[in-house]
């Protein structure tokens, strides 16, 4: 029977074996950005070559979601491997979308390389009859929460429950079979070197909110109307106005857009739209400061005489990442390429839906570089795909080859060590709580 190291050497060398198809995959997705909810092309792309490994699969989850599942053959936990499928809206990127401007401004072109990568790894090499459990290869949907108003129609429709993939992955079942949980994003930090172990981040609530005015000639019987865009001007300047109130240590950001600024410039706007998220860094803060931006919201409506209605969405929980399971993944990401090319990272201000299942299984979200320019910016390329992509999927096909092998010991140990937050149905109590609608008229 070969060591555990001789099967982790096996699986790197199946990855390298067929790196060009691994990057031929990431690049294919960056040249077709998908946004949330919408990454049609991308599923199927994933689809095939799930089918092209042999691997069973089910799509059409949370709309376009892929879960792949291989067995050992022996009785054990399931590892689930994660990938997001979605794009952001970046149309100055180089790689827009030229007609929708959609651009992987964030790398998750280079996760679901990645996730392939981990599906070589442990399907063609021959090491699978040598673990105990199961891996699931999961393509995940919407991780990036934008495009509310759209998302809140499929909702609204019975489409989704959530806005969130995770989330809405797991409100259909599809994280009751996993015990733990990896995947990798891409980092262009540059002291994050090669790769980034996990730290914390924030989590968030999203606020979709509609001001009502009355329409009147601008130019000609202004005095008639009731300007909605000057009730949402004043709702901004109130919510800077409560920026001295957020403590520092809560790590509390706000940051609204309008959506929809009025009809035509010759009329009074009666319809204006906001949509904002309000993130901290844990639950208890986020709720704090989304009263306060309720508030400001109302007051910038009463100001001017009109109504508002606000709209709050269960977003993402903050990360929290297994120490156990970090520790396997540090481990071999060291034998991998070295300690000096392994930073520790501390608290972001971002957040994900992977804290989500953070909260509920034992989950990991480190980073590797390979990229240059501002994460969510018109500049952010991947430039070593070898750092971005072959090195984490090899360093996630060794995690799991060592919480696997020896009859799932690893695995065991860090699910006996776990301390989860939530159970499901706590975490699906919990959002489902968050979510309110409020019509105020002053």
Do not use: W
Request: aromatic fraction near 4%; charged fraction near 20%.
């Amino acid at each position: 029977m070969p060591s555990i190291q001789e099967l982790k050497a096996t699986a790197c060398q199946e990855i390298d074996r067929q790196s060009q198809k691994i990057t031929g995959v990431a690049q294919t997705i960056l040249d077709n950005p998908e946004t949330g909810f919408r990454e049609v092309k991308t599923s199927r792309l994933v689809a095939q070559n799930f089918a092209g490994l042999g691997i069973t699969y089910r799509d059409g989850l949370a709309i376009t979601g892929v879960k792949g599942v291989v067995s050992s053959g022996s009785p054990g936990p399931t590892v689930a491997v994660l990938g997001e499928l979605d794009s952001l809206i970046v149309p100055q990127h180089p790689k827009a979308d030229p007609q929708t401007g959609a651009a992987h401004a964030c790398g998750h072109h280079a996760q679901v390389g990645m996730l392939i990568g981990v599906a070589i790894a442990l399907t063609q090499s021959g090491v699978l009859p040598f673990l105990a459990g199961k891996i699931a290869f999961m393509a995940v949907p919407a991780e990036e929460y934008i495009e509310i108003e759209f998302r809140e129609n499929l909702r609204k429709q019975g489409k989704l429950s959530f806005l969130g993939g995770k989330p809405e992955l797991v409100k259909l079942g599809e994280f009751d079979d996993v015990d733990m949980a990896m995947m990798t994003h891409i980092t262009s930090v540059p002291g994050d070197r090669q790769i980034a172990l996990g730290g914390t981040s924030n989590g968030m609530v999203a606020k979709r909110v509609q001001f009502l005015g009355h329409s009147a000639h601008a130019g000609g019987e202004p005095h008639k109307g009731i300007n909605a865009l000057n009730a949402a001007m004043i709702a901004i300047n109130a919510i800077h106005a409560q920026r001295e109130t957020f403590r520092d240590d809560d790590t509390i950001r706000v940051h609204p857009i309008i959506t929809k600024g009025g009809e035509v410039v010759n009329i009074v706007p009666e319809d204006v739209r906001l949509e904002t998220y309000v993130r901290g860094k844990t639950m208890e803060a986020i709720q704090d400061a989304s009263r306060k931006v309720d508030r400001a919201l109302r007051a910038g409506a009463l100001a001017v005489g009109g109504k508002v209605r606000i709209t709050t969405l269960p977003g993402y929980f903050p990360i929290i990442n297994d120490p156990a399971l970090q520790e396997v993944f540090r481990a071999n990401a060291i034998q991998l390429i070295g300690e000096r090319e392994i930073t520790q990272k501390g608290h972001g201000t971002g957040s994900t839906d992977m804290g989500d299942l953070s909260y509920i299984i034992p989950a990991i979200h480190p980073y590797a570089g390979g990229a240059t320019g501002t994460s969510h910016g018109i500049d952010h390329l991947i430039q070593d795909y070898e750092v971005a992509v072959i090195n984490p999927a090899k360093a996630m096909a060794m995690t799991v080859i060592d919480l696997l092998a020896d009859g799932a010991a690893k695995a065991k140990e860090v699910l006996a060590r776990s301390q989860p937050r939530l159970t499901r149905k706590q975490y699906l109590d919990t959002m489902a709580s968050l979510l309110k609608e409020e019509e105020y008229t002053g």
